[in-house]
Nanobody
Framework: QVQLVESGGGLVQAGGSLRLSCATS????????MGWFRQAPGKEREFAAA????????NYAGSVKGRFTISRDRAKNTVYLQMNSLKPEDTAVYYC???????????????WGQGTQVTVSS
């Protein structure tokens, strides 16, 4: 059973930073592509960033590129999303996901965390 546990969300002012964490098992961490998605009220879930199981490749949505950084810590079996220069439009529930495909579509990911709320005030 794959479990993904997110943490690190909260309320921050525009221009501020937050770091989200996604903890999982060693087996999941070493086997899956890990992604971060977000869903704002009334909108569809959208891709934010992804990283391969080795950590050698990353991919970002255009809206977050240059501001967000995805990384993984093998010793802690944890994937991070460092979010800088946050904007009010980044407000959403952020989800960690694990999958076997190198993809941006939510449907290509097999396992999901419970989500963590990020609110950016103007």
């Amino acid at each position: 059973q794959v479990q993904l546990v997110e943490s690190g969300g909260g309320l921050v002012q525009a221009g501020g930073s937050l770091r989200l964490s996604c903890a999982t098992s060693e087996r999941t961490f070493s086997s899956y592509v890990m992604g971060w998605f977000r869903q704002a009220p009334g909108k569809e879930r959208e891709f934010a960033a992804a990283i391969t199981s080795s950590g050698g490749n990353t991919n970002y949505a255009g809206s977050v590129k240059g501001r967000f950084t995805i990384s993984r810590d093998r010793a802690k079996n944890t994937v991070y999303l460092q979010m800088n220069s946050l904007k009010p439009e980044d407000t959403a529930v952020y989800y960690c996901a694990a999958g076997t495909n190198w993809a941006m579509a939510p449907g290509r990911y097999d396992h999901w965390g419970q989500g963590t709320q990020v609110t950016v005030s103007s």
